[in-house]
Nanobody
Framework: QVQLVESGGGLVQPGGSLRLACAAS????????MSWYRQAPGKQRELVARISTGGSTKYADSVKGRFTISRDNAENTVYLQMNSLKPEDTAVYYC???????????WGQGTQVTVSS
């Protein structure tokens, strides 16, 4: 059974930083593409950042230069370092995993990030 457990969300002031983590189990992590999505109230879920099995990364234009996605295959964990946070970054952040062989997709339960003074 695949499980994705996010952690690290919370309340932060504008300009602050947070680091999200997503621990995966039940999946061969090294052959799993990992992504972070977010969904703000009243908006569609959107891709924030993605990291391939080989370490290639992709970012939404709105977070380029501020967010960094990384993965630790030994710890089966993907991270999202978020710097220079803005109120418009407020959303529920979801971890997403895709097995590249079967394209099976899995989601975490989400973690709330609130950027407010």
């Amino acid at each position: 059974q695949v499980q994705l457990v996010e952690s690290g969300g919370g309340l932060v002031q504008p300009g602050g930083s947070l680091r999200l983590a997503c621990a995966a189990s039940g999946v061969t992590f090294s052959i799993t593409r990992m992504s972070w999505y977010r969904q703000a109230p009243g908006k569609q879920r959107e891709l924030v950042a993605r990291i391939s099995t080989g370490g290639s990364t992709k970012y939404a234009d709105s977070v380029k230069g501020r967010f960094t996605i990384s993965r630790d295959n030994a710890e089966n964990t993907v991270y999202l370092q978020m710097n220079s946070l803005k109120p418009e970054d407020t959303a529920v952040y979801y971890c997403n995993a895709v097995r590249v062989v079967s394209m099976s997709e899995y989601w975490g339960q989400g973690t709330q990030v609130t950027v407010s003074s």
